[in-house]
């Protein structure tokens, strides 16, 4: 089917991108039945639920603007802008590095800055999209029962989408410019993790600090705004103006977004060119010095060896963990701490929280390891057994998260034992059975594929969120000193498991139909 | 059918002297890729096995290889049926196909540490062995670099070493000198003649006649999934008869015309 715009034009080239787009999302659609569709209904049904009883509550009702609403629009749109900047840089340091048919473009007559904004458009487009669906489900009762201005909202939304696209391009490039070819893309993705945690961090400074652990930051500033101890800046009232549909605030915030990706699309087009061509091949490593190693004996160990190996080395894995372990940093940090002189029962919630985490880190690894394999023919036809393949696979993504948890859990084995013990034991348990169900429920793919389009099974995900939560949940009830209660999340987590369990044949079998 | 004692190997009433029998052979996919296949690969020799494209050449390697489930039929790989022990079956062979199966974020030494682990290879023979085919193929100096930069003909030449490290008796190679400039081709010819010339069995695709014409002892020719000749040169020139020319080239499309309709053959 041909499109429907003058051949090379920016039309053209967007509407071959929103192709190229909708195709894969079909593609990663093919063969996940209709599970995860339903699910997608049930939240939007539950958002837009949540959207109606808000617009009928608010019927009638003017947001005034006060200082305590200017500081919860500003810190909401600070969050959401943070998390777009964190998703468009990564995405940009990408797209340097993936060839796809950035060659065959850039080789072309089209100019290379016309290349690069409808690019930079997509960037914008996939980090905005996860934020206008929820709001449009949300905000769409409320426009509808008389609050027609908020439409002002999703303009806010599509303008920061283009502010942080542009950031985001802006700042991948200046890395590409500082610290070269070889590790733009491991620091743009560290960066990417760091930004994201940003918030969460400052939010847990006092955690993180030692001093009262109970009160947030954001809860502060709430409590300040409203007692009117924080005076707003001047110009601070632009975002919450924009969004309830104030004419001038919205054209400055739309002509600032704008502003940014122009001024990064129009300026970066040959450079990026220039720097996506110089990252071919860049990234390989000089060699190692120092003798070889001595090579691993056996399938098992050379497994784990090699997932270790590549584990070690996939900047965009290593920057999802970085970020769990950002966000698991002050649960750590408070069960350490608490554990010296809070009495037991309260060191429950940051104990199921740590294993909680735990099995989410180990879920990760998991799905990379054992589904994510780029050559899974030279395994078919080694004469090693799968099973033992797969345990090794296993056992390499869960020994960092061993490792990962060694410290916090002997801090606080060392000033309360027993609480010490469960935690361990649930954290253990729960990265284990998250395991298995990576294991059981895998879906076989490519490295690459699984950076572009994490296609990971909606049942696996939510039974993984599951388990961990009940293992938790028990771990909590252990450590307060409620055994015997501890008993039925971990039975039903059990049942969980077993309702999931794959038999190697079954493995085998849903891997054929897979492929 | 096939029986197996400690002294001799039986498959369909014959002693087995050959590296891989195939039966029967059939495998359809929306339509027939492999139709009742049959197929002798002598021990000890180089083998051709021709065919345009789309004539089930890689669906019947990829069976003998076990990584496709044949519908029906019989495959046995030095006596070893691989359909019922495909462990035992898969410890003689290697199979390297077209796309290098290598890990670009693995040095060609770890990459050979990995594949000699899979294949049990007791570690220092094989670090030994790794050393020794990465000299042999030009790529000492690049052997702790990672694979992610290298070209296709450096990468062909690793996944190569990774089918030769753990010394198969069966080499079975899906079109082995795609992307290799003429030195490195000359290598790998070279090298595959060697291991035959040391007992092992090459089994080898090509869309190169020449090579196929120059390197093999004996030429299967195979098309819509059928075998349509087989044997040395002199024979299948005998089976094209006299009108088909001299060169394999030649006799390759006067069998595959008759077989395969005009303008369908590559």
Not at chain 1, 46 to 59: D, E, P, S
Not at chain 1, 471 to 489: E, F, N, Q, Y
């Amino acid at each position: 089917m041909s499109l429907p715009f003058k051949p090379a034009s920016t039309a053209w080239l967007l509407a071959h991108e929103l192709r190229l787009a909708w195709r894969g999302f079909l593609a990663g659609r093919k063969g996940r039945g209709p599970g995860a569709l339903i699910a997608f209904v049930i939240l939007g049904g539950l958002i837009v639920f949540g959207g109606v009883a808000m617009g009928l509550a608010l019927r009638g009702q003017q947001v005034p603007v006060v200082p305590l609403a200017v500081v919860i629009v500003d810190l909401a749109l600070a969050v959401i802008l943070t998390l777009m900047l964190s998703s468009t840089l990564a995405a940009s340091a990408d797209a340097l590095y993936e060839r796809g048919d950035l060659d065959l473009l850039f080789s072309s007559p089209l100019a290379p800055r016309k290349v690069l904004f409808v690019r930079a458009l997509g960037l914008a487009v996939n980090a905005g999209l996860w934020f206008m669906v929820p709001a449009v489900l949300l905000l769409t009762p409320s426009i509808v029962l008389g609050h027609p201005a908020w439409l002002g909202v999703f303009v806010v939304l599509a303008a920061a989408a283009l502010g942080a696209s542009g950031v985001g391009l802006l700042l991948a490039m200046a890395l590409f410019a500082l610290i070269g070819p070889r590790r733009t893309r491991t620091v743009a993705q560290v960066m990417a993790a760091l930004i994201g945690a940003a918030f969460f961090l400052a939010s847990q400074y006092r955690n993180l600090m030692g001093q009262k652990a109970s009160e947030s930051l954001f809860a502060r500033i709430a409590t300040d705004a409203r007692e009117g101890r924080i005076q707003p800046p001047p110009f601070a009232d632009l975002p919450l103006r924009a969004a309830l549909g104030e004419p001038i605030p919205l054209l400055i915030l739309v002509a600032l977004g704008a502003g940014i990706f122009l001024f990064a699309a129009q300026t970066l087009g040959r450079r990026f060119a220039d720097a996506a061509a110089a990252t071919q091949g860049a990234e390989t490593r000089k060699s190692a010095k120092g003798p070889t190693r001595a090579f691993a004996a056996g399938p098992f160990h050379a497994t784990v060896r090699k997932e270790l190996r590549l584990i070690s080395r996939d900047a965009a894995l290593l920057s999802q963990v970085l970020l769990r372990v950002l966000y698991m940093l002050p649960l750590a940090l408070v069960l350490a701490r608490g554990a010296a002189h809070m009495p037991v029962w309260a060191l429950a919630g940051p104990a199921a929280a740590v294993t909680f985490l735990a099995g989410q880190v180990a879920g990760s690894l998991v799905w990379i390891t054992v589904s994510a394999e780029d050559t899974p023919d030279l395994l078919a036809i080694a004469p090693a057994p799968m099973g033992v393949l797969r345990q090794a696979k296993l056992t390499a993504a869960l020994l960092p998260v061993a490792l990962l948890l060694a410290i916090p859990i002997a801090v606080l084995a060392w000033y309360a034992p027993l609480a010490g013990l469960w935690t361990a034991i649930g954290a253990g348990l729960s990265a284990w059975s998250t395991g298995l169900i990576g294991v059981w429920r895998q879906k076989p793919g490519k490295r690459a594929d699984f950076r572009r389009r994490r296609g990971a099974s909606l049942l696996a995900t939510l039974a993984e969120l599951f388990v961990a939560t009940l293992i938790g949940v028990a771990t909590a009830l252990a450590v307060a000193g409620w055994l015997v209660w501890a008993l039925p999340p971990l039975i039903v987590a059990g049942a969980v498991m077993m309702a999931l369990r794959r038999t190697d044949e079954q493995i085998a079998a849903a891997l054929r139909v897979a492929s | 059918m096939l029986i197996t004692s400690h002294a001799r190997v039986w498959f369909w009433g014959r002693v087995l002297t050959e590296a891989l029998i195939v039966r029967g052979l059939n495998k359809t996919f929306a339509k027939p890729a492999v139709s009742d296949l049959d197929l002798t690969v002598h021990a000890g020799e180089l083998y051709a096995l021709l065919g345009p494209n789309g004539a089930g050449k890689t669906t019947t390697l990829r069976m003998v290889a076990g990584l496709t489930q044949p519908d029906s039929g019989a495959v046995a790989i030095f006596g070893v049926d691989a359909r019922k022990d495909p462990a035992a079956a898969k410890a003689l062979l290697a199979w390297a196909p077209d796309e290098a199966m290598i890990y670009d974020k693995l040095s060609p030494l770890e990459y050979l540490e990995f594949v000699a682990g899979l294949w049990n290879v007791e570690p220092k023979a094989a670090k030994a062995k790794a050393e020794q085919l990465l000299e042999t193929l030009g790529l000492t100096s690049e052997a702790r670099r990672r694979c992610e930069g290298f070209s296709r003909g450096m990468k062909q030449k690793v996944a190569l070493a990774g089918a030769l490290i753990h010394d198969p008796k069966l080499l079975i190679l899906d079109e082995p000198l795609t992307g290799l400039d003429a030195a490195a081709a000359r290598l790998v010819k070279d090298m595959l003649r060697a291991r035959v010339d040391a007992g092992a069995t090459v089994i080898l695709t090509t869309h190169i006649l020449e090579v196929a014409e120059r390197m093999a002892d004996r030429i299967g020719i195979i098309a819509g999934g059928r075998l349509l000749a087989e044997g040395t040169l002199d024979e299948l020139r005998g089976k094209a008869g006299e009108a088909s020319g001299r060169t394999l080239e030649d006799v390759f499309l006067q069998l595959t015309s008759e077989a395969v309709p005009q303008g369908v053959v590559a």
